[in-house]
C-alpha cells in the first residue's frame, strides 16, 4: 500500500503497513531510481520490527531499477548522510 499522506516535504514516512508496507517500498525505491538515475544509492534502516523488510523492498526496486546499492544495515540518520555524496 502507498498512500499519498506519506509524502512529507523532506521525507516519505507513514505507519505500517496501514499507509505504507514493502510494495509502497519496493515502488519507492524504482521511482527514485528512475526519476533522478543515480548510479548508487545508500540505504540505512532504523531498529522498528518493520525496517529489514521495508528497506530490502526499496533496495530490490532500486537494483531492479539499475542502481547499485549499498545496504549500510542499521544506522543512524547521520551514518545515511554521511555515506550519501555531496
Known sequence: MLDPKVFKAYDIRGIYPDELDEAGAYAIGRAYVDEFEPRTIAVGRDMRLSSPSMADAVMRGAADSGAEVLDLGLVGT?????????
Request: proline share 11%.
Open 78 to 86: 547521520e551514518m545515511t548522510s554521511a555515506a550519501t555524496p555531496g
